[in-house]
């Protein structure tokens, strides 16, 4: 009951600057959730094409020195020495990355993740475990989306599968006693499994875009946004209450006024009409000031009689 008497207390002011700002607020949480969506939406693309790129670089570097440089080394250095610098396709990938992240790309990360790695920083942790058993178990190429690190930071990451390319690979990760001495020096002998045959997947490449600047962008945006849409509807509202109450609730107020002096016989002689009558409220007083002419004259007729 005490619901149904607030309802029926408020004006028709009240009740159209309630609905136009219930709408509004439901247009703005719309527009603020597709501006911060499609920001989104584009930053995972400039964050898909720029790993895309690292990732382009890395494959062409990694073939290069394959095809190109590792056999033009490994015939110049002696069979037991064994420099990373030259020979590690792992190790030459890791320190050019690391510099051109620690220089150019800050935040972003490159991993050569293993399973069973000579450089222990290159170890799997459970993400990057769980990658590298799908790429083994055959049932995706690449890989990538959203992911977030122990310290709740959210990157976009791409993957992609490391193969044993051959014997020379076999050499440095299969047999401790076929390795280079001077491997076995500088790792030990961990990162060997005797396992290990030509083809195996036993590792992944993973680029990792920081994603924490673009979300705040997209919350930044949304914001000022909402925001401006705020203060934009909160002046159109004020705008509409004022003509409201100038144009429409005013009049009537006067007219119904008018109309109770009339209905108890007061001032019948008077005009219910004002200059502050426009519109249809216009059209309404003078229907009802006719109907005030009509009721004067038929007192003065039965007057008369």
């Known amino acids: 009951m005490a619901l149904k008497g607030m ?15 219930l709408l509004g607020f439901i247009a703005l949480v ?13 930053s995972m693309k400039d964050a898909d094409t720029k790993a895309k790129m690292m990732e382009a670089y890395i494959k062409a570097g990694r073939a ?39 220089e150019e790309l800050y ?5 050569q993740a293993s399973l069973v790695p000579h450089h222990p920083p290159n170890m799997a942790d459970s993400f990057e475990e769980k ?13 990538s989306g959203i992911m977030e690190k122990e310290n709740g930071e959210p990157f976009y990451y791409r993957s992609r599968p490391i193969k044993m390319a051959g014997e020379s690979c076999l050499r440095c990760h299969k047999n401790p006693a076929d390795a280079p001495k001077d491997l076995i020096e500088l790792y ?8 290990f045959k030509s083809g195996d997947i036993f590792a992944a490449y993973l680029v990792y875009i920081p994603l924490g600047p673009a979300i705040e962008a997209a919350k930044l945006q949304a914001t000022i946004l909402f925001g401006g ?19 429409i609730v005013k009049p009537l107020m006067e007219l119904s006024s008018r109309t109770q002096e009339v209905s108890v016989g007061r001032n019948l002689e008077k005009s219910l009409l004002s200059g502050k009558m426009k519109d249809e409220v216009e059209v309404l007083a003078r229907s009802i000031d006719r109907l005030r002419i009509s009721l004067v004259k038929m007192l003065k007729r039965r007057k008369n009689d």
């Open 131 to 143: 990658i590298i058993k799908q790429f083994q178990d055959g049932k995706m190429r690449e890989q």
């Open 107 to 111: 935040g972003f990360q490159f991993k």
């Open 7 to 21: 309802r029926t207390s408020f004006g028709i002011r009240f009740k159209f600057i309630f609905m136009m700002a």
């Open 188 to 195: 030990g002998t961990n990162g060997f499994d005797k396992k």
């Open 229 to 247: 849409g705020a203060s934009i509807l909160l002046i159109g509202l004020l705008s509409i209450y004022l003509f409201l109450d100038i144009r």
């Open 64 to 102: 290069y020195f394959m095809k190109e440089q590792r056999p033009l080394v490994n015939a110049l250095v002696e069979a037991d020495r064994f420099y990373p610098e030259l020979q590690s396709g792992f190790g030459i990938t890791r320190r050019i990355m690391d510099q051109v992240q620690g």
């Open 30 to 42: 719309g527009i603020g959730y597709g501006a911060y969506t499609f920001s989104m939406q584009n």
